[in-house]
């Protein structure tokens, strides 16, 4: 059975730093991009970014409001994408889901990030 | 960045009636291999999203097949030929055509 669960999420300051997991398992994970895509509470879906695979050299996408601040990273080992999301605003609070690929087709079941003072 | 806009946002439906969802983008999402990769959502009430339909009319599997998804260029439709009770949630179009990838605002089907 294909599975991907987040971790990691929690109530943050603004500023501070917080480092997402996913793990994986019934998937062929090295051979797979790895995106994250998040959700404010009430609101529609944003596509954050994503990782290639090792063959296409792990290079990533972000989208503009986070670029500079977030990172992903992926250890094919482990099966795991991270999510390394630095100098947290209070507009990055969401639930955020990864999801297998670039094309939405398997998610995870999302941990939820409440950036505030 | 593409801008994706779904139209109605609210779609209140009878049971067992059709209900259909557009979504048009700013731009062409005919991609430079051919393929056009506009996928829509079904995001029901306090679950994860799950794609229904990828690359405008392909089914995902389990998908029933009231579902159908059409379109080109930058015109796209889904439609449910019956509505039944578990379709009510929050259906989002999204592009991934052109980077970044983007979804439409969402529209909310509730039962009449």
């Known amino acids: 059975e294909v599975q991907l669960v987040e971790s990691g999420g929690g109530l943050v300051q603004p500023g501070r730093s917080l480092r997402l997991s996913c793990t994986t398992s019934?998937?062929?994970?090295?051979?797979?991009?790895m995106s994250w895509v998040r959700q404010a509470p009430g609101k529609g879906l944003e596509w954050v970014g994503f990782?290639?695979?090792?063959?296409?050299?792990?290079?990533?996408e972000y989208v503009a409001s986070v670029k500079g601040r977030f990172t992903f990273s992926r250890d094919d080992s482990k099966s795991i994408a991270y999510l390394q999301m630095n100098s947290l605003k209070t507009e990055d609070t969401a639930v955020y889901y990864c999801?297998?690929?670039?094309?939405?087709?398997?998610w995870g079941q999302g941990t939820m990030v409440t950036v505030s003072s | 960045d593409v801008v994706m806009t779904q139209s109605p946002l609210s779609l209140p439906v009878t049971l067992g009636q059709p209900a259909s969802i557009s979504c048009r983008s700013s731009?062409?999402?005919?991609?430079?291999?051919?393929?056009?990769?506009l996928n829509w959502f079904q995001q029901r009430p306090g679950q994860s999203p799950r794609r229904l339909i990828y690359?405008?009319?392909n089914r995902d599997s389990g998908v029933p097949d009231r579902f159908s998804g059409s379109g080109s260029g930058t015109d796209f439709t889904l439609k449910i030929s019956r509505v039944e009770a578990e379709d009510i949630g929050v259906y989002y179009c999204?592009?991934?055509?052109?980077?970044?990838?983007?979804f439409g605002q969402g529209t909310k089907l509730e039962i009449k």
């Open positions: 999801i297998r690929g670039g094309g939405g087709a398997i």
């Open positions: 999204m592009q991934a055509t052109h980077w970044p990838y983007t």
């Open positions: 690359k405008v009319s």
């Open positions: 731009q062409s999402l005919v991609y430079s291999d051919g393929n056009t990769y």
């Open positions: 990782i290639r695979s090792k063959d296409y050299g792990e290079t990533t």
């Open positions: 019934g998937i062929t994970f090295a051979d797979h991009a």
